[in-house]
T-cell receptor, first 113, second 113 residues
Framework: GAGVSQSPSNKVTEKGKDVELRCDPI?????LYWYRQSLGQGLEFLIY????????KSGLPSDRFSAERTGGSVSTLTIQRTQQEDSAVYLC???????????FGPGTRLTVL | KQEVTQIPAALSVPEGENLVLNCSFT??????LQWFRQDPGKGLTSLLL?????REQTSGRLNASLDKSSGRSTLYIAASQPGDSATYLC????????????FGQGTTLQVKP
């Protein structure tokens, strides 16, 4: 079946602009994760959604970052007033309720000029 | 706080060699450990997942071992092929409740024909 998809695949923006990144998880997966992969920091957890529970936002680096998940499916990660240090690849993953393995999307490469 | 370290950071071998990638972690109270593969510009693909009660897992030419007491895992690749060239990442859940993963920095493998 279809895997995790993310859009756009690449995004170039100017410093100070807002961006939205989209994740479509595998159908039926209740858990959804956002991670960030940057040269200096490696792969870092950002936020986790599980069903209708309150999200775990403990990995968000600042209040400029937010995410929502509508209808328990699609998720959007929003970065406001982007800074150059936000440049990274943003990866989304989903997991079935009875699984340990997370399935990753191809990522969105964000470049802030 | 769990910390994950991978050695070496990069490895170049001729085709056909057997090789070992290393992963170490600071907190031995883990639930499972996963090895992922990442190709350039792509997302992550799960290779092997070892539960905390297991000592090893095998898939084709790959074998992953786990020694919780010493905080180590190894990924053994037999008879390496150029198609094995990729970055290999080790990851552990930071919390059993959420499954959010803590990643090592990865080992970038190049297998030369």
């Amino acid at each position: 079946g279809a895997g995790v998809s993310q859009s756009p695949s690449n995004k170039v923006t100017e410093k100070g602009k807002d961006v939205e990144l989209r994740c479509d998880p595998i159908s039926g997966h209740t858990a959804l994760y956002w991670y960030r992969q940057s040269l200096g920091q490696g792969l870092e957890f950002l936020i986790y959604f599980q069903g209708n529970s309150a999200p775990d936002k403990s990995g968000l680096p600042s209040d400029r970052f937010s995410a929502e998940r509508t209808g328990g499916s699609v998720s959007t990660l929003t970065i406001q007033r982007t800074q150059q240090e936000d440049s990274a690849v943003y990866l989304c993953a989903s997991r079935g309720w009875d699984q340990n393995t997370q399935y990753f999307g191809p990522g969105t490469r964000l470049t802030v000029l | 706080k769990q910390e994950v370290t991978q050695i070496p950071a990069a490895l170049s071998v001729p085709e056909g060699e057997n090789l070992v990638l290393n992963c170490s972690f600071t907190d031995s109270a883990i639930y499972n450990l996963q090895w992922f593969r990442q190709d350039p510009g792509k997302g992550l693909t799960s290779l092997l997942l070892i539960q905390s009660s297991q000592r090893e897992q095998t898939s084709g030419r790959l074998n992953a071992s786990l020694d919780k007491s010493s905080g180590r895992s190894t990924l053994y690749i037999a008879a390496s092929q150029p198609g094995d060239s990729a970055t290999y990442l080790c990851a552990l859940p930071g919390s059993s409740n959420t499954g959010k993963l803590i990643f090592g920095q990865g080992t970038t493998l190049q297998v030369k024909p």
